[in-house]
């Protein structure tokens, strides 16, 4: 009854271990997030315009202009605002914001004040390394005012990678000391099994 009990313990821990292992991680919100600005620059290049809905995707991407590598999955470009032709990003008649005369398609969220955000897609590394880019989002803007030339504007915002803290002496110490441990544990369990010493001979020898 005792042997099925630690059996059925076992069984639950792994089975616990590998749920927590395969869950995938919950994207960070975007209010948690730090401004980058300064630190990351947003690249936007126009890849279509379709005259007909009057609609522009864009391909943008993030450069790391900094020493520290930002956590890839953290990166978001918040559409800050719309620009015309002349700089200005309020309409002149009604000063109206021009980025409330955008119909925004496919923008994975908004900011507390009310700006969608896309997700710059994952890479092949966890990081985006220093003085990198990363791989392009999609952004789909259709204009409102079909005539009006416009410029979107992105700010990044995401998670600098903090480096790792230094282990204390002890703590390396004591790290270097158990591959050890492991390894004389497994030839004592070994010289016990072939009967070339008793377990209480192995166990004293095993004592620090």
């Not at 416009?150 to 990678?161: A, C, D, E, H, W």
């Not at 390894?183 to 004592?207: F, R």
Request: aromatic residues 6%; charged residues 20%; proline residues 8%.
């Amino acid at each position: 009854m005792g042997n099925t009990r630690s059996i059925q313990l076992l069984v639950g821990s792994v089975c616990l271990l590998l749920a927590e292992t395969c869950t995938p991680l919950v994207a960070v919100a975007a209010e948690q997030l730090t401004d980058l600005t300064g630190k990351a620059a947003a690249f936007v290049t126009l890849r279509s315009r379709d005259n007909f809905s009057s609609e522009y995707r864009y391909d943008v991407t993030v450069r790391n202009n900094s020493a520290d590598p930002f956590i890839a999955d953290s990166l978001i470009l918040v559409l800050d605002r719309i620009t015309n032709i002349a700089g200005d990003d309020h309409t002149n008649l009604t000063n109206e914001s021009l980025l409330s005369r955008m119909e925004v398609l496919g923008q994975d969220g908004y900011t507390e004040d009310g700006k969608p955000f896309f997700r710059i897609p994952p890479g092949a590394t966890p990081d985006l390394p220093p003085h990198s880019e990363s791989l392009p989002a999609t952004v789909r803007l259709r204009n409102l005012d079909y005539v009006v030339v416009f410029t979107p504007s992105f700010r990044v915002m995401g998670q600098k990678r903090e480096p790792p803290k230094p282990k204390s002496s002890a703590a390396a110490a004591a790290a270097a000391v158990a591959p050890q441990k492991a390894t004389t544990d497994k030839l004592i369990q070994l010289l016990i099994k072939k009967g070339l010493i008793t377990p209480e001979e192995g166990h004293a020898v095993s004592q620090p």
